[in-house]
């Protein structure tokens, strides 16, 4: 849940990055981190990982400046996406206010994704949030992988298993390039905060 | 597509899954790549092939294994990252030191950073407003950490010591001895009231449990992680996620092409060291393959639905 000083005109709140095992949460904040040096406040942190794997959580926080009066804040984190941290990934997701859900465009992955997104409705509705109703955007990353001949799922199949019923915003991107990250972060802050300021007015 | 290029596009495949970190993606290529070598009758430097692919899958395996055995995700972290642990999961709005401090600790133990949860929660035991809940929290990152007669051996304790009040004393028994018969455990717990006074406790006492999580009957269970003791799996752990859950029964599907699992999990086998992940907790226990069914259609068609009764945890 967002923190909102009204005195002070503070506003923060939490974004996280979900999807399943290794289909490039981490790389995404890697890249937000170098990218958007002027808004990064502070060191991006992963703790506890093996090798390139995160067992906890990435952590990153942010500073979008003044927004309409209110100087606004975010907190980026990842959870780690292999099935058995499931219990990690709940508490890294409690309180958050956006989320950006990584799905991995690799043909493999695709039972995987879907997995993981049903992960997220199950975890978010014992928070008592409906996956309908939290500000959510899709990220379709790997896209680059296509030059190499690797099978991609096609945009409209993607579109089709986990976008359906939930119609949110989808980006296509490749976070090792960096390309459609800062759109995916622009996206789902700006949702973030659409939904922020119809829960705290504090932009009147 | 000729052999040479549909070989070639196999093998960069497969690396590409491997560079990705996709054991099993990687291995399936590889291993397909490799049948397809075998199936051509004629062609140069077969043998040597057939042992490159060989010497990835063994590499391909090696990693799987460092990854499943891998140091545990509940390993002691740095002062710097338990400190932000403690920073960003300690969520209460309660505005008293001694309670966020609580819930600092509470934050540390649920990221399995025990040891210093321990010692945090042994110095909120002085403190009389969080005594009794930071008491409760020492039992179960005893029962996290190490086994019930850790957690009963530190009950002892303080019934030795002049820490507690009785009346929290007796808070403290029935808590504990609520969870070791929910475990299956019987332990003699010596009772600081006596039995006119425990009713009499037992109706006035309204205690807000910081953790109540154990309390509940059953978890949600989302996947868990069975340690063959025989077998030619032994000794090693395996995850499966859990499909549907019923009280204490736990259904999983078990892939047609897992033929070593599916012959090791025979109907009434006792699994004596299962890890059941559940969003809130992870735990130990012991269960017993109720049944084990072949699926006859659909697109799990040949796979295996095995029951699993949650025998304690």
Redesign the interface.
Known sequence: MAIFNLKKREIECKVVFYGPGRCGKTTNLEFIFKAYKKQVKGEMVSINTEGDRTLFFDFLPMGLGKIRGCDVRVQLYTVPGQIKYSSTRKLVLRGVDGIVFVADSLEVRREKNMISLKDLQSNLKEYGKSIFQVPLVMQYNKRDLAEQGIPLMPIEQMERDLNRQLKVPSISASAVKGTGVGVTLKECLKQTLKQLQREFKWAQ | MDIKKRLK?ML??AE??RS???IA?AK?IYKEASEHINSIEKLKNKNSLLNLINSKIVALDETKTR?EK??A?S?E?GKK?QD??KN??A?SENKDADYAALEGAVALA??GQFDRAFDELNALIEKDNVRVEAGKNILRCHLAAATSDEAIEQYKKWFLMDIFLPSQLETLRSYLADILQKKGVKASLPSPLTDGERMTSANHETVVSVEPELEEEFL?I??I?ITFDSGPQKGRMI?F?VNFQSGNMLSLIISKSDQELIEGLKSGSSLQDIQF??????FNGAGMVASKTKIKSGPKQGDYCLDIKIVST
Do not use: M
């Open positions: 596009a960069q495949e590409i899954y990705q970190g996709l993606e399936s990854v891998g140091p995700a390993r972290l990252a932000l642990i960003l999961f969520f649920k990221f949600d989302t996947s992680g995850e996620d992940y559940s969003p809130i907790a992870i």
